[in-house]
DNA sequence: CGATTCTTTGAAAACAGTCAATCTGTGTGG
DNA sequence: CCACACAGATTGACTGTTTTCAAAGAATCG
């Protein structure tokens, strides 16, 4: 039930847990299962639980005044899902979580969370570079969208999330690349014209 | 020369703090002037210092491949400068910091930092909120970005640092917007035409 | 099989960027 | 005090990338 997450865990920190605190983290979380097209957290809704993905596939965005969607993050097995700011906060959250696929879940409320820092240390370092990792996509993003022109956001961002690539349709990472659907088609196809094996 | 800062921490935790806590902070930063046009951080060095702008400006910003400068994060008195992502991580930093103005800066070093926290709740608690600050402003940008046009995005901007935008010039506020100082200057002026009197 | 989801293509339009020239104001040094 | 340099702001004309709209084709699922 846990396994994945406890591995996770012990690999992140770089420690090895005495079988107590492996116990305190089990019975810190909870399995969630959510099927395709249902919503993990909703706009407006606060972050209440934090979830690692054990199977399965979601998609962050907001939605813009005009309609249209943005997708923010990505996720797939490993990675977490919530947004940290409302989940913190308790504040609500502009984001809506998705998810694409039939998704299992270990979720963790925030009350249990505070707790479970203090009890166990591999957890809290998890944590400390789970946030910094989300500074550094923040990062990664802004200058994307600065310094960079679509064909090139595209190529950075493929390079960077090989993974996400190959799971995700490409009207959402087309979203997530901050690009049209449209033009991500024509990039695509314009790389093929850069392969000579391909013509 | 450390008033500005105690009043800061005072009032961004909401402690009144004992006189020993506010000795320990006192002796934990130094003052360091900086010149107009000098670097307070340079890309490729660790952000060994984080610094509380006691008056002056400065501007935080990265080189893309091409060449052009991009300004990620702009700061006037209140405002906390130093990459926290290099801070925290002692890895090399890809911003430049640079003063726009003669400035003088209330530091601290990472060790110095480290020590506060554990022994200034009113220290920790203000880091804190300055990092859960980092991350609203990360996630404004980058839903301006994608979701609003050159005009948008400067109304909103204008919005939500007032301040900044009657302290810098247009050409950087331009860059820190994501658009060019000529689109600046054009959006400016289509805006007087909006109001009748100006006319 | 029908319905939904996803992808591709074409043509036209718009937005913003680039380049180049000019104008303004400010401050510094002779 | 003037002349000069420098930083900043503005304008016009042009260019090109990307978006938008519309339509249709391909793939997937129940």
Known sequence: MFDVLLNYIEEYSGAVMSPMEVELIRSSFRVKKI????????????????????????????VCEKGAEHVVKLAIEN????????????????????ARENTELNIITRAEADRLILASPAFA??????????????????????????????????????LLFRR????????????????????????CENIPELK
């Not at 940290?84 to 979580?97: A, C, D, H, R």
Request: charge should be positive.
């Open 168 to 191: 995700f349709p490409s009207h959402i990472l087309a979203s997530f690349i901050g690009i049209q659907k449209e033009t991500l088609s024509r990039i695509r196809n314009s790389q």
């Open 79 to 98: 990675y977490w899902v919530g947004d940290l700011g409302s989940f913190s906060s308790q504040k609500p959250s502009v984001y809506n979580i998705e």
């Open 35 to 62: 099927r395709k097209k249902q919503l993990f957290l909703r706009a407006g809704e606060v972050s209440r639980y934090c979830g690692f993905v054990v199977n399965g596939s979601l998609r962050t965005y907001t």
């Open 125 to 162: 370092q998890t944590l400390r570079i789970m946030e910094e990792r989300n500074a550094i996509s923040a990062q990664f993003m802004l200058k994307a969208y600065n310094c960079l022109s679509a064909e090139e956001r595209y190529i950075a961002f493929e390079e960077r999330y090989p």
